[in-house]
């Protein structure tokens, strides 16, 4: 299993958050996801002129980790101005694959402001099991 603990895991959000596209919103977000094989897969935010398309942090690291065959997390480190918590797209998209993910929410210093999961930031989640329930 994985040997990375939180505050490396950290560090690698705040490197990941050094290529974020942020011309409209100055919002830098890094992310770095870590998977249960013990994979770290980075990530920041992709603005875009038409705001719609914009990508945050969280999806790029996880869309990258699964378009490389990863589906399972352990947990993911976003680091932004005011350690600000995720919205609401990327909270529905970590409970799509990663319910029991610890989120650790960090601001530009690397300082650790809150350490929550996935399923405490989407209470009442709607997911994969919803579809299943007769
Ligand atoms: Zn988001």
Not at 76 to 97: H, L, N, T, Y
Not at 114 to 122: D, H
Request: charged share 15%; net charge negative.
């Amino acid at each position: 299993m994985s040997q990375i603990n939180d505050r490396q895991l950290v560090r690698a959000a705040l490197e990941g958050g050094k290529n974020a596209y942020i011309p409209y919103s100055n919002y830098r977000v890094g992310a770095a996801l870590l998977s249960a094989s013990g994979e770290v897969f980075s990530g920041c935010n992709v603005e875009n002129a038409g705001y719609s398309p914009t990508i945050c942090a969280e999806r790029t690291a996880m869309v990258k980790a699964i378009s490389e065959g990863h589906q399972q997390f352990s947990c993911i480190a976003v680091v932004s101005r005011g350690a600000g918590s995720p919205c609401g797209v990327c909270r529905q998209f970590m409970f799509e694959f990663a319910p029991d993910m610890r989120v650790i929410l960090a601001d530009l210093d690397g300082q650790v402001r809150m350490v929550t999961t996935a399923a405490e930031l989407l209470p009442h989640g709607f997911g994969p099991a919803n579809l299943d329930a007769g």
